[in-house]
């Protein structure tokens, strides 16, 4: 699956446990007509890829989406999902504007003006 927009936040590495689990989190703002702000959450050596990246980028993000189920000690089971980065690159901005999308060549005469066509 793929996210792309544009970076609003990136926090810092936290390291957790004796394993020294890595993860890193940020925030993107889609571009849609209804925008949405998602946390996605890089993890281990992935949270290096982060280290180019800054607030106001535009982004392509591949990612997963994960989920978990908990139960909790009076065995009601809750569940968690989160979005997990895997690998992200920099939008030129043709791609962020959707200009990248390739027009359809329009009819022309010999001497290269356009034809009007009746549909």
């Keep these: 699956m793929e996210v792309t927009g544009k970076i609003k936040k990136i926090d810092e590495t ?3 446990g004796t ?24 993890v281990q050596d ?19 989406l994960r989920g978990r189920e908990w139960v909790n000690p009076e065995g009601v089971a809750i569940y968690f999902n989160s979005i997990q980065g895997w690998r992200i690159e920099h939008l030129k901005d043709e ?7 390739p027009s359809k060549p329009q009819p022309t005469t010999d001497n290269n003006e356009p034809v009007d066509l009746p549909f």
Excluded: C
């Excluded at 791609?95 to 999308?101: F, L, N, R, T, Y």
């Design 95 to 101: 791609e962020m504007d959707g200009a990248d999308v």
């Design 14 to 16: 936290k390291v957790f």
């Design 19 to 42: 394993s020294n689990f890595r993860s890193r989190k940020m925030v993107v703002t889609t571009n849609e007509q209804y925008p949405q702000m998602l946390e996605l959450e890089f």
């Design 46 to 64: 992935k949270s290096d890829l982060l280290d180019n990246f800054k607030a106001d980028d535009d982004v392509k993000i591949q990612i997963n």
